[in-house]
T-cell receptor, first 114, second 114 residues
C-alpha cells in the first residue's frame, strides 16, 4: 500500500523567495511520483513526474523535484516565487507494478506575499 | 488541444433528487477515474475504469452512487437519491493503461445538495 504525507497544509513565501513544498511517501514497491497543481475553481494539472532514471525532475513553470529513495521524499522546489504560483499543490504516488491508481497527499496551499 | 471535459460545471439540487455527472475522456485514453474533493476529506478516489470495465469502485457508497461507461467517449457518475453530504467537487480524470500512470483531470463538477 502507498501513502503520501505533505508537511505543512499552508506555506507562505515572499515573491522572489525560494519555494519548498515537502512530500514524503510510503510504498512497499518502487513508486511513480507526481506533483499536481490546482488553481482556484480548476482541475488538477500535472507539474512534473518521476518514473525512472534521473532523480532530479524538471517540470513546468520553473518547478523541479528530486526523488530521494533513502529519505522516501519528493520535495518540490522553485528558486524564485511568482505571484502566479499561488495555488494548491498535491503530491501523489503510484506503484510502478500495479493498478494505476494515484494516492494523493492532503495538499499544500501556497501563498505568495508581495 | 486534448482535454477532459465534464458537464455540468455546477449543479444545485435538492435532497432526494437524482444527479448525473458526465465526463468525456481524452480521445484514445482507456482509463477513467472519478474523484471527489471536499475540504474535510481532500481528494478521494470513487471509481476506476479500464477499457470501460470497472476495476475498482471501493471508494463509492454503493447504495446511492453508480458509475458507468456506456462507450469509450463517455463516463457517467450518478447519485440517487442525493444527500447534503454529497456536496463536493467531482473530478474525472483519464489516462493510458501501461503508461507511467499520469492522469489528466477535467475541470470538475461542483455539486451542491440543499
Amino acid at each position: 500500500a502507498q501513502s503520501v504525507t505533505q508537511l505543512g497544509s499552508h506555506v507562505s513565501v515572499s515573491e522572489g523567495a525560494l519555494v519548498l513544498l515537502r512530500c514524503n511517501y510510503s510504498s512497499s514497491v518502487p513508486p511513480y511520483l507526481f506533483w499536481y497543481v490546482q488553481y482556484p475553481n480548476q482541475g488538477l494539472q500535472l507539474l512534473l513526474k518521476y518514473t525512472t532514471g534521473a532523480t532530479l525532475v524538471k517540470g513546468i513553470n520553473g518547478f523541479e523535484a528530486e526523488f530521494k529513495k533513502s529519505e522516501t521524499s519528493f520535495h518540490l522546489t522553485k528558486p524564485s516565487a511568482h505571484m502566479s504560483d499561488a495555488a494548491e499543490y498535491f503530491c501523489a504516488v503510484s506503484a510502478i507494478q500495479g493498478a494505476q491508481k494515484l494516492v494523493f497527499g492532503q495538499g499544500t496551499r501556497l501563498t505568495i506575499n508581495p | 488541444d486534448a482535454r477532459v471535459t465534464q458537464t455540468p460545471r455546477d449543479k444545485v439540487t435538492e435532497m432526494g433528487q437524482e444527479v448525473t455527472m458526465r465526463c468525456q475522456p481524452i480521445l484514445g485514453h482507456n482509463t477513467v477515474f472519478w474523484y471527489r474533493q471536499t475540504m474535510m476529506q481532500g481528494l478521494e478516489l470513487l471509481a476506476y475504469f479500464r477499457n470501460r470495465a470497472p476495476l475498482d469502485d471501493s471508494g463509492m457508497p454503493k447504495d446511492r452512487f453508480s458509475a458507468e461507461m456506456p462507450d469509450a467517449t463517455l463516463a457517467t457518475l450518478k447519485i440517487q437519491p442525493s444527500e447534503p453530504r454529497d456536496s463536493a467537487v467531482y473530478f474525472c480524470a483519464s489516462g493510458l493503461a501501461g503508461g507511467p500512470h499520469e492522469q489528466f483531470f477535467g475541470p470538475g463538477t461542483r455539486l451542491t445538495v440543499l
